[in-house]
């Protein structure tokens, strides 16, 4: 069964710190790879995204991810983190397969908490 | 000029009733989600739906019904509220499946309390 890991529950940063988040995906299928970022008590946010193309990608507030495929990696990293970065942070999977593709399948999550 | 909305946004009901949450999404989306996330704040897509095709996910009990009034409304619909449906309910929506992106933009969430 398809499935995606991420390998930390929680991860506790000082601010200005960097940061990885780790995530790693089942199947060797093709596959769509997202972040998602849930601050508290709000919706899910798209951060960034991996369709195709070059395998590294950011988003406007300074994060960024690297797709790998020979790792089935989708790992999120920033430089320096900001305390407005608290936030749960999902990883998601579309796995696809020639003309079909299936659900997004979400990680467990990570919560990033930025200490002063 | 909300993109996908859904009310209520907390709903505190007893075992046994039956309740709606509403889901509208103002995008042009040809595709809406029902994801369920637990106290746990794990995810799971519980039903997709677009103008063909309603997918009904198997793990999902038959006291969940969506309804989709039209393509820019995807309510769900609970009967006989048990314990275990506590969590938070999002609604979400996309392109259609042949689209160029599959990005999926959530609404803010229902939180659903069963006593």
């Known amino acids: 069964a398809q499935s995606v890991t991420q390998l930390d529950s929680q991860v506790p940063v000082f601010e200005e710190a960097p940061v990885e988040l780790r995530c790693n995906y089942s199947?060797?299928?093709?596959?769509?790879l997202f972040w998602y970022v849930q601050y508290p008590n709000q919706g899910l946010q798209l951060l960034l995204k991996?369709?195709?193309?070059?395998?590294l990608v950011e988003s406007i507030n300074g994060f960024e991810a690297e797709f790998n495929k020979s790792q089935t990696s989708f790992h999120l990293r920033k430089p320096s983190v900001h305390i407005s970065d608290t936030a749960e942070y999902f990883c998601?999977?579309?796995?696809?397969?020639?003309?079909?593709?299936?659900?997004?399948?979400f990680g467990k999550g990570t919560k990033l908490s930025v200490k002063p | 000029d909300t993109a996908v909305s859904q009310t209520p946004k907390y709903l505190v009901t007893q075992m046994g009733n039956d309740k709606s949450i509403k889901c509208e999404q103002n995008?042009?989306?040809?595709?809406m989600y029902w994801y369920k996330q637990d106290s746990k704040k794990f995810l799971k897509i519980m039903f997709s739906?677009?103008?063909?095709?309603?997918?009904i996910n198997e793990t999902v009990p038959n006291r969940f019904s969506p309804k989709s009034p039209d393509k820019a409304h995807l309510n769900l619909h609970i009967n006989s509220l048990e314990l275990g449906d506590s969590a938070v309910y999002f609604c979400?929506?996309?392109?259609?499946?042949?689209?160029?992106?599959?990005?999926?933009?959530f609404g803010p969430g229902t939180r659903l309390t069963v006593t």
């Open positions: 979400a929506s996309s392109q259609a499946v042949t689209g160029l992106s599959y990005e999926q933009y």
């Open positions: 199947s060797s299928v093709s596959v769509y």
């Open positions: 991996y369709l195709s193309g070059s395998t």
């Open positions: 998601a999977v579309i796995f696809h397969y020639g003309g079909s593709q299936g659900n997004l399948i």
């Open positions: 995008l042009g989306h040809d595709t």
């Open positions: 739906y677009n103008n063909k095709e309603l997918i």
